[in-house]
Nanobody, 116 residues
């Protein structure tokens, strides 16, 4: 089993920045894709950004140009740098990692709140 632990969430004013991190530990075979998702109250969980082991990235249109996903393969850690934050970015942010060819694991989430 793989455990993912997020950190770095908090309260920030609109226009500010925040970086969240997610580190994996446990029975890691090989972490392939990593990603960040978010879920706001009353809404479904949505994709924010993904990154392959080689570094290829993909972003939701709503965060493109403002957020940057990165990873440290040696530490099995994924980061999400969030700039120019908007109130609509307020959500619980979850990280996801693929262990081996098909086993996905999720963190428990970290709250990001952006005030007006």
């Amino acid at each position: 089993q793989v455990r993912l632990v997020e950190s770095g969430g908090g309260l920030v004013q609109a226009g500010g920045s925040l970086r969240v991190s997610c580190a994996a530990s446990g029975s890691i075979f090989s972490i392939n894709d990593m990603g960040w998702y978010r879920q706001a109250p009353g809404k479904q969980r949505e994709l924010v950004a993904t990154i392959s082991r080689a570094g290829s990235t993909n972003y939701a249109d709503s965060v493109k140009g403002r957020f940057t996903i990165s990873r440290d393969n040696a530490k099995n850690t994924v980061y999400l740098q969030m700039n120019s934050l908007k109130p609509e970015d307020t959500a619980v942010y979850y990280c996801k990692m693929r262990n081996g060819p098909r086993d996905d694991y999720w963190g428990q989430g970290t709250q990001v709140t952006v005030s007006s």
